[in-house]
């Protein structure tokens, strides 16, 4: 049986007409994306792709061999021209006559700044000698589930032959490193006819002397092994099912449950962001009886290893039975259990210079009939480890169905994980913005102050969900921001913030879409103006509905949400001046403001037992961007103080003691400060932002 896809052979993409202006490098490029392109061919981030050019030498003016390979980190799907290393050929294989052997492997990694092409800052990666050492112009490096099932089966090389003759060879396992490139090297120039080679546990090599034949050859290998697993048919996958999946709203419904709760429990050292996957081929797989077999194998290419640990969780649920308090109840013991297994795993494997033990959670969580869910410390990360799980399944839904599929061998798989050149890249990941690992539900998303919260949040590591009524508003401002911060960190909801059913579903939602809320910004409103004696019950009922119980429903949903993860959390109200400071022609908005102000109080008085935060932020004249400042308040508001709406701001900006506007990014920077550690000790509080105001004075 393939490993779960709906097509036995991958598409020639090649666009000989698009190629034919382009230079090598862009051609290496074009390459990669093609290749990057088809989850079939590698997962995002692995894999790599290099060519040898010819280049100018900035220094002697000569001709002079370069290798273009990715470089540490990068992705082949969406790598840019900078996103290669270049390296002299001539100083690459002069570091053979430094190499002193496997037990020194690791310090060649060192010498490769040494060789550097052009003062090119793009950091080179630890399979730099596996592309150099390839006699060969072209060389694709990639992970194709199809090849790693044959590589991750017990007879792989075995299977290897059977699939493709003498045209691509094998290799046993062996870390990626400068050893390995020797080893591609003499491959090569023992077998000058191969096209390339199978390497065990790890992924496919091919090569070619120009960069479209290298393309066709690398998509023409997969598709032939495509081709192999198709004719086979040995029964069902994972020895046929043992239970059933429960109805798509079920299975979300069981996901919202259990997010937040795992997601409690995990965050202790840092807070995580999750992702929930329940695809076919993930269905297929936790609904298997061979679920806790196989689970427990662990993957094999390394790829797929580092992203998802050295093994996944298996839960504790029967879909016959839903019985969730029960499984909520078990999951304590169930996730000590799993710790205690990894820091075993460690002491067992671990040498005299390993580093400290990482994080002893899982990643990878198994639910049978629900599906997957994935944790990380960001919401790209979560959503890719999934992935690569995924691809994980269909390793080894196709070695289980010809073969016996073979995990990484433990020490081996520690010696990954914890190899002191994966560290040393750890150590220079950046540090964590101040909102990182955190999501903020920002209702009234789409307007100004909304809008520029969620901006502000997201330039500081959060994850956002934009709530607002206005759905036409809602999407300008998804696109917009998903298109600057990216879309893994953004989600919007259309929410009437007086629906009680409806906020419920919001966030759920939104704890299916990244484990749950840490902050809340309530934010949605409406403003109306008339003389106190002119006013209508429906002004007063729409203001008290929108303004009082529309913050109660949001913050009580939000307040039940936190303390179920049990990490605390921050809301911040976006009140007004008008909460603290009576204006005229306005007593249904200024009373409902109140009404929010005082609600804080008591939520923060609540609140502080369970290290929840309630603090307010009170805006005043904040008119660009405002969408409660386009329709008939702008002109209320002017007719209160006859003047022309034109001359609010103005107006505004002198009656101010500072004599300074007020914008939505100011509001914003207030929300930012009462939602970071930088607040860790306010609660109860609020902070005017309206650039002086006596009346509004807190006393």
């Known amino acids: 049986m393939a490993p779960a896809q709906s097509s036995h052979s991958l598409d020639n993409l090649w666009d000989k007409a698009k190629a034919a202006a382009m230079s090598e490098p862009q051609l290496l490029m074009y390459r990669s994306n093609l290749l990057g392109s088809d989850k079939r061919v590698t997962n995002y981030g692995g894999g790599n792709t290099s060519a040898k050019v010819m280049e100018k030498d900035p220094l002697t003016g000569a001709d002079v061999e370069v290798l273009w390979v990715k470089g ?71 992970h194709p589930d199809a090849i790693i099932a044959i590589a991750a089966s017990e007879n792989s090389k075995a299977l290897t032959a059977e699939i493709f003759g003498t045209e691509i060879g094998w290799l046993p ?56 697993f198709a004719g086979k048919n040995n029964g069902p996958a994972f020895g046929g099912a043992r239970v059933k999946a429960l109805a798509a709203d079920e299975r979300r419904a069981v996901a919202e449950r259990l997010m937040p709760v ?5 965050s202790a050292s840092e807070r995580k962001l999750g992702h929930f996957d329940d695809s076919d081929a993930v269905l297929e797989f936790t609904c298997s009886n061979r ?54 795993y460690y002491d067992r494997c671990k040498h005299g210079d390993s580093p400290a033990m990482r994080d002893p959670n899982a990643v990878v969580y198994l639910i049978p009939g629900v599906g997957m869910i994935t944790f990380a410390r960001d919401k790209a990360t979560a959503r890719i480890s999934g ?15 010809v073969s016996r599929y073979c995990g990484l061998p433990e020490q081996e798989a520690f010696d990954i994980e914890y190899w002191l050149l994966e560290e040393a890249k750890l150590q220079r990941m950046p540090k964590p913005k101040a909102l990182a690992g955190k ?49 893994d960190v953004v989600r919007s909801l259309k929410l009437d913030v007086t629906d009680e059913a409806g906020v419920e579903r919001a966030f759920a939602e939104s704890v299916v879409e990244f484990g749950g809320v840490d902050v809340l910004i309530s934010n949605a409103g409406i403003s109306s103006s008339a003389p106190y004696d002119e006013t209508p019950l429906s002004m007063w009922d729409r203001n008290m509905d929108i303004l009082a119980k529309g913050y109660f ?31 005229p022609n306005a007593a249904a908005y200024c009373t409902a403001k109140a009404a929010e102000i005082h609600l804080a109080r008591c939520l923060a008085l609540e609140g502080a ?10 805006p005043d004249a904040v008119l660009r961007g405002s969408k409660i400042w386009t329709g008939e308040w702008r002109e209320q508001r002017a007719a209160a103080y006859n003047m022309s709406p034109d001359e609010l701001e103005e107006h505004y900006r002198k009656r101010s003691m500072l004599k300074r506007s007020v914008y939505p990014e100011d509001i914003a920077e207030a929300a930012f400060f009462l939602s970071s550690d930088m607040s860790a000790k306010s609660t109860g509080n609020i902070i005017n932002v309206d650039a002086g105001n006596a009346q509004s004075f807190t006393r």
Request: hydrophobic residues 45%.
């Open 72 to 142: 540490s980190g990068g992705d082949v799907g969406t790598i840019r021209l900078d996103g290669f290393s270049t390296l002299y050929m001539d100083k690459l294989r002069a570091l053979k006559s430094l190499y002193r052997g496997l037990a020194h492997e690791d310090e060649m990694v060192g010498y490769l700044p040494h060789c550097t092409f052009n003062l090119n800052p793009r950091a080179a990666s630890i399979d730099t000698p596996l592309h150099a050492f390839v006699p060969k112009k072209h060389v694709d490096h990639m």
């Open 173 to 228: 396992w062996k870390k990626p490193g400068f050893e390995l490139g020797l080893w591609l090297e003499k491959f090569c120039l023992d077998n000058p006819d191969a096209k390339g080679v199978i390497l065990e546990s790890h992924g496919l090599f091919t090569w070619a002397d120009t960069a479209e034949e290298c393309y066709q050859l690398t998509i023409a290998i997969i598709s032939k092994a495509m081709h192999w």
């Open 262 to 266: 795992i997601r409690g429990m995990i």
């Open 291 to 344: 679920l806790h077999e196989l689970a427990a194998l662990g993957t094999s290419c390394p790829d797929h290893f580092l992203r998802t640990k050295i093994r996944p969780l298996v839960v504790d649920f029967d879909p016959a039975k839903p019985d969730v308090d029960a499984v909520i109840a078990g999951l304590p013991a169930a996730i000590s259990a799993y710790r205690d297994d990894y820091a075993a």
């Open 387 to 401: 992935e690569f799980y995924v691809n994980a399944i269909n390793v080894m839904r196709g070695a289980s169905s």
């Open 439 to 487: 999501v903020a539900f920002v209702t009234g998303g789409a307007g100004g102050i909304g809008k520029a919260t969620a901006n502000r949040f997201l330039q500081d590591g959060a994850c956002v969900v934009i709530a607002d009524i206005d759905e036409t508003a809602l999407a300008a401002a998804h696109k917009e921001l998903a298109a600057h911060h990216g879309a």
């Open 553 to 583: 429903l949001v913050s009580r949903a939000a307040f039940r949400l936190m303390k179920r993860q049990k990490t605390g959390g921050e809301m911040v109200f976006i009140a007004s001046k008008n909460g603290l400071a009576a204006s």
């Open 609 to 618: 037992e369970f290290g929840i935060r309630v603090n307010v932020v009170n």
